[in-house]
């Protein structure tokens, strides 16, 4: 028998679950399944997000040959026997490849691929997990178009699996399947938006099910939690989805939300990276905290090499210390706005010489080349500040730093105030 999945894959988009930002009414699948055109596609998502699904359903909207090959065994010369089938009275009309999992294919089996894109007899169909800016050749994406599949929202897998228990009732011939709302909950919840994993654990906990008296199978919270299967996070620490949660993990500490940044640090450690983790926290420490609490880097360094020291799963503890301490702390981007700014001068401006007076003169011969000469020491005045001109010649009045709107710098920039003006 087949998986349920496959048992209940859609016929249409109508009864497709989720993705109604690319296949609903009038959306741009929508339209391309309703005209005579249908363009190389690359499908970008996670499993379980109806890419082959959609695939099968435009597939059955066309006139031409449909072939499937998964990149992961396929082979230039299976692609070479399916151009060739162009030449046949099945292909007269084109074929259609659906290729799954592109991103397994290396650049020259890829390239097999272009001569007859571009001829238009082979429509690309391709799908893959990975994102295609990343792992797909330039010829290929520019010659798709690229929709992106999202994981399937909670209400949209709850569809799915009345659905699927209604079919299950079918085939059965059981009077009644009776899965408690807390069982269904639990199966949605820890399939990470993947219909298929959700609908495979629904079919075992059906079919392991014995049948009561009344010939009723009756599935709980706890025999729901028997049959599932533990959520795991995808995570690859060179992946696309490795560098979208450290993204999201410094944007909700930068943004002090310190519930969000517990969360994304919760994902990072399930993908046992220690040491991006602690090299993050420390690059937020100084980009996005900075001068509003200077001190936090310091406890940051602590806690990240306390971390190191531990190992996991104790690392856990100051790590969270670190990311909650962050999260809630004043908030200064002046150091990197700063530093930025100075570095993008040396790039497009003559900056100039440095003043004779600042430049070394601790050598032999220093003085007849006028250096060092005339320097004012600034601690020999009040305040141990005396005005003169630091920066180069050609920047005289370049402002890079200016003060954050935080309780320390403000009080640095009123001393200053005082002092220098």
Same mark, same amino acid.
């Given at each position: 028998?087949?998986?349920?999945?496959?048992?209940?894959?859609?016929?249409?988009?109508?009864?497709?679950?989720?993705?109604?930002?690319?296949?609903?009414?009038?959306?741009?699948?929508?339209?391309?399944?309703?005209?005579?055109?249908?363009?190389?596609?690359?499908?970008?998502?996670?499993?379980?997000?109806?890419?082959?699904?959609?695939?099968?359903?435009?597939?059955?909207?066309?006139?031409?040959?449909?072939?499937?090959?998964?990149?992961?065994?396929?082979?230039?010369?299976?692609?070479?026997?399916?151009?060739?089938?162009?030449?046949?009275?099945?292909?007269?009309?084109?074929?259609?490849?659906?290729?799954?999992?592109?991103?397994?294919?290396?650049?020259?089996?890829?390239?097999?691929?272009?001569?007859?894109?571009?001829?238009?007899?082979?429509?690309?169909?391709?799908?893959?997990?990975?994102?295609?800016?990343?792992?797909?050749?330039?010829?290929?994406?520019?010659?798709?178009?690229?929709?992106?599949?999202?994981?399937?929202?909670?209400?949209?897998?709850?569809?799915?699996?009345?659905?699927?228990?209604?079919?299950?009732?079918?085939?059965?011939?059981?009077?009644?399947?009776?899965?408690?709302?807390?069982?269904?909950?639990?199966?949605?919840?820890?399939?990470?938006?993947?219909?298929?994993?959700?609908?495979?654990?629904?079919?075992?906990?059906?079919?392991?099910?014995?049948?009561?008296?009344?010939?009723?199978?009756?599935?709980?919270?706890?025999?729901?939690?028997?049959?599932?299967?533990?959520?795991?996070?995808?995570?690859?620490?060179?992946?696309?989805?490795?560098?979208?949660?450290?993204?999201?993990?410094?944007?909700?500490?930068?943004?002090?939300?310190?519930?969000?940044?517990?969360?994304?640090?919760?994902?990072?450690?399930?993908?046992?990276?220690?040491?991006?983790?602690?090299?993050?926290?420390?690059?937020? #420490?100084?980009?996005? $905290?900075? %001068? =509003?609490?200077?001190?936090?880097?310091?406890?940051?360094?602590?806690?990240? /090499? +306390? @971390? &190191?020291?531990?190992?996991?799963?104790?690392?856990?503890?100051?790590? #969270?210390?670190?990311? $909650?301490? %962050? =999260?809630?702390?004043?908030?200064?981007?002046?150091?990197?706005?700063?530093? /930025? +700014? @100075? &570095?993008?001068?040396?790039?497009?401006?003559?900056?100039?010489?440095?003043?004779?007076?600042?430049?070394?003169?601790?050598?032999?011969?220093?003085?007849?080349?006028?250096?060092?000469?005339?320097?004012?020491?600034?601690?020999?005045?009040?305040?141990?500040?005396?005005?003169?001109?630091?920066?180069?010649?050609?920047?005289?009045?370049?402002?890079?730093?200016?003060?954050?709107?935080?309780?320390?710098?403000?009080?640095?920039?009123?001393?200053?105030?005082?002092?220098?003006?």
């Amino acid at each position: 028998m087949k998986p349920l999945a496959d048992r209940i894959r859609p016929e249409n988009f109508n009864e497709v679950f989720g993705q109604k930002h690319i296949i609903g009414e009038g959306k741009i699948l929508d339209r391309i399944l309703k005209s005579s055109l249908v363009p190389n596609m690359i499908f970008y998502g996670p499993p379980g997000t109806g890419k082959t699904t959609v695939a099968n359903i435009i597939a059955k909207k066309t006139n031409k040959a449909f072939y499937k090959l998964n990149a992961t065994t396929a082979s230039v010369k299976d692609v070479r026997e399916i151009t060739d089938s162009t030449n046949t009275l099945m292909g007269r009309n084109g074929v259609l490849l659906y290729l799954d999992e592109i991103q397994n294919f290396n650049k020259k089996q890829q390239q097999s691929l272009l001569e007859f894109m571009e001829n238009g007899s082979i429509t690309l169909i391709a799908s893959t997990t990975e994102n295609p800016y990343f792992y797909v050749y330039n010829a290929i994406l520019s010659r798709s178009t690229i929709f992106e599949f999202k994981p399937l929202e909670s209400d949209e897998l709850m569809k799915a699996v009345n659905r699927a228990v209604e079919l299950i009732k079918d085939e059965l011939k059981t009077t009644e399947i009776i899965i408690t709302e807390d069982a269904k909950k639990y199966a949605v919840g820890v399939s990470s938006g993947d219909v298929r994993k959700t609908l495979n654990s629904i079919e075992i906990a059906v079919y392991s099910t014995k049948p009561n008296e009344e010939g009723n199978i009756f599935i709980d919270l706890e025999t729901m939690k028997e049959c599932t299967q533990k959520n795991v996070l995808n995570f690859d620490k060179d992946g696309d989805n490795h560098y979208d949660i450290l993204s999201a993990f410094q944007k909700s500490i930068r943004g002090s939300d310190a519930d969000a940044a517990v969360l994304y640090l919760a994902m990072l450690i399930k993908g046992g990276d220690l040491k991006s983790i602690c090299r993050r926290l420390l690059v937020i #420490a100084a980009e996005d $905290i900075g %001068l =509003a609490y200077p001190q936090a880097i310091s406890i940051v360094k602590a806690c990240t /090499d +306390s @971390a &190191l020291e531990l190992g996991f799963p104790e690392a856990r503890i100051p790590l #969270a210390e670190a990311v $909650i301490l %962050l =999260a809630t702390s004043p908030k200064s981007n002046s150091a990197i706005t700063a530093v /930025d +700014s @100075a &570095l993008r001068d040396l790039d497009t401006i003559n900056v100039g010489s440095i003043p004779d007076y600042l430049r070394d003169g601790h050598y032999e011969g220093a003085k007849k080349l006028g250096r060092m000469q005339d320097y004012k020491y600034p601690h020999s005045y009040e305040n141990n500040y005396v005005k003169q001109k630091y920066l180069p010649s050609n920047l005289e009045n370049r402002r890079y730093y200016e003060y954050g709107k935080n309780k320390i710098e403000e009080k640095c920039r009123e001393y200053w105030e005082r002092i220098k003006y």
